[in-house]
């Protein structure tokens, strides 16, 4: 398992990623699950991934085809099952909802070509991605998109989306994350996300990958990277920690508490 987030704000994006990946109680290893691709001058994306490994690198495998073969033709190697999709791709798209349709229907491509064979070893080929970007003339998005290849966006009201383990870094988000935070202050959210997840899910864990994308700027302008020693992990952890603990000192106390015995 994985825990992948992306922040949609005012002034540009956020995104986080755990590296853990496991196949198993005595398998587990490191991935990067965050990946920034600039196709052109004019556009910019962060593509993150968390489901079957195999399946999130086949996608990302003809993403990069696409794009190193765009205009020199369809390849000779190239067979029907595995030919691009129809419709705009990454380097072609005029719109960001383009790009996540172009990735969602390679998703459903490469499922439906191994599915057959992971489901006779009790597999599953799904995975789910989190893109994030900028075309030139178009405002700056951010998309989570679904094995079965649809996608929905962030807004103003659902400002951060999750793939993965999402259930125990969501609280944190659900209480503080607004779209009109400063990208600092998102990314220090975000990695408050993470550790929280890993604290309660040992399928998450470091490196944790932070990255910074400010608007119309078509560069990741911060990317940050944390090995499981470094401070930064655990200094935030009791700073969290030790605030919610004063929280809980300053609730109200029941009325029982009031009352001599």
């Not at 495998?61 to 067979?79: F, K, L, M, V, Y």
């Not at 649809?150 to 989306?161: E, G, K, Q, S």
């Not at 890993?198 to 119309?216: M, Q």
């Amino acid at each position: 398992m994985t825990y992948c987030l992306g922040f949609l704000l005012h002034s540009g994006l956020v995104f986080a990623s755990d590296s853990r990946t496991n196949a198993g109680v005595d398998y587990i290893s490191s991935y990067s699950k965050m990946h920034v691709l600039a196709p052109a001058p004019d556009r910019l994306f962060v593509l993150m991934a968390a489901g079957n490994l195999g399946t999130t690198q086949a996608v990302l495998n003809r993403i990069r085809r696409d794009i190193e073969n765009h205009g020199a033709g369809p390849s000779p190697q190239w067979t029907r099952q595995d030919d691009p999709p129809a419709g705009p791709s990454m380097l072609t798209a005029r719109y960001l909802f383009e790009v996540a349709d172009y990735i969602g229907r390679l998703n459903v491509m490469v499922q439906k070509e191994f599915n057959p064979n992971l489901r006779q070893a009790g597999a599953s080929g799904e995975a789910s991605f989190i893109l994030g970007g900028q075309i030139a003339g178009q405002p700056h998005g951010l998309y989570m998109i679904y094995p079965q290849g649809n996608a929905i966006m962030a807004t103003d009201d659902t400002p951060f989306l999750q793939i993965g383990e999402t259930k125990y870094g969501k609280p944190p988000l659900d209480y503080i994350g607004r779209p009109d935070l400063s990208l600092e202050d998102a990314a220090r959210l975000c990695l408050v996300s993470e550790i929280v997840t890993r604290r309660s899910n040992l399928t998450v864990g470091p490196p944790f990958e932070i990255a910074l994308l400010p608007r119309d700027a078509f560069k990741v302008s911060r990317h940050l990277k944390l090995e499981k020693d470094a401070p930064e992990i655990q200094h935030t952890m009791d700073v969290w920690a030790r605030h919610m603990q004063e929280g809980l000192n300053k609730l109200p106390r029941f009325p029982w508490e009031h009352d001599p015995l």
